[in-house]
């Protein structure tokens, strides 16, 4: 094989109760990836369309994550990358996880797959670094093994598959303003009440449950964030509204993708979940603010090998 | 039927990072109980045999508890409750949760069960309110559903039963020494730092992953606990080598039962939890601490009639 074409799935982190360590990846929401062997050593990227991102392999989160990935095999030829993104930087739906992810996996199938999805997770993770200050796993994980991920740890990296229930689609909602990941964190505190990180953890462990009996009432009951989402919120025009109208449309839950500005919510069914689409533009529509929708299934593949 | 003979089993509270949310039942060590239909109204306690505990309804855990569920429903009879102590109070295997449990149990299977397990538990959490002056569901759920249980929600109480690994077995060691639950409350700190907090979900979403999984070995790296155990440990002497040496025995991962003094492990297999067993007492036996030790399979069924 010379040559791979892939699709890189968008993603979900921080679902509610599991900030920092349960994230999603979608299934209809992506960008499209060529990676190519040549002949000269190291990592080129040759082409981006969609959006302005560098070219220059160091300032690419995609060419910082292969170069991650080579530094650790010997090989006596190269690669070309071509990204083709439709996933916007800055929307909280892992624009740059994607093209992390879709390098490192697409080098690792041209190679004959050396190293396995979870040594990738820890390279690509080195784009996340480039991308946001921290090497974080929480959109990765998602984007290579598709399904829900929990990071159980960072450090050793201990990154977990969770089953999917068959019937679960994601809504998302992307305002059209910036949310700075910075900012987003800087605003956090660094401490919680006991009591409120306990509520937290039995929603997390209850959410996991829900997800392993494809109990959806469940699902729903546990999508609560006590900690990030009432702080960071502020920083997304209507959030309340759009969480609100979402859950009267019929989503089990909603909240904030990644750190923002992007706002999630989870139903069952897809008819459900475009009932949600029209109950979240209806808000923005109102107070007049541009917006991206996108109604999906949960892609529980991850990264997919495209026909060319 | 006019009375019933009821197995009340012994319990395991705030499994490491599942504090105050994560709870199992003991399928060989408990309580047993008999509850009898009366023409008299109201509840009386007219034996217990094995501790000294108060007979008065108001003032035992079980008269408590059954008074909770007769004040919300009429019968123009009334019961008497037998009771017959294994577990010993202040163990921190649930022995006042194991009384208030069988007793709204058995009343309720001689009405003909009106009420749902569900709200057994609300009953029989009024019994923990006496004991502990906090009205915690921590060990009657586990008692009354049997397995492992997940406090989601206190208020409202929502409460799950998780799936449990058909090989997985308890070891209990009860150093005899007292330690107040009020005290092991007093000790820990009212706020946690969210990277801290973020650990204990990460790992309460892998454990319970792992119980629905039977994966054992992910069952032991999540048996971690960062908030609670370090401050509470200090409490319960030799601790730490208790921890160790089990581990070392090969135990999936040990901690505090409840608010101790008790210690438990988990582990694969009947006779790996004996190995723990052995060497749990060789540390209790060096430092001269008096002790019991309990080997059980988890129970899954929670109270259990008995034949009489």
Redesign the interface.
Known sequence: MEEIKLFCAATIANIS??????GLALDNVGDEMIVRKVSQKGVKIVKIIGQDLPLETHKNVAGVAAMALLSKIDTDFGFEIEIYKNIKPGSGIGSSAASSAGAVYGINELLGRPFSNHDLIEFAMQGERLASGVAHADNVAPALLGGFT????TAPL?V?K??TPKELYATVIHPQIEVKTSDAREI????????T?????????????GL??EDYH?IG??LEDY?VEPIRSILIPAFDSVKTESIKAGALGAGISGSGPSIFALSHGAQNASQVASAMKKVYDKVGIAYDVHVSKINTEGIKKLQF
Do not use: E, M
Not at 150 to 153: F, P, T
């Open positions: 109760c599991g900030f920092d360590v349960l929990l990071v159980r740890s201990d977990l969770i089953h956090l505190r660094s401490s919680v009440p006991l009591k990180a306990i509520k937290q953890w039995g929603n997390i462990g209850a959410l996991i449950s392993y009996t469940l009951r546990s900690i």
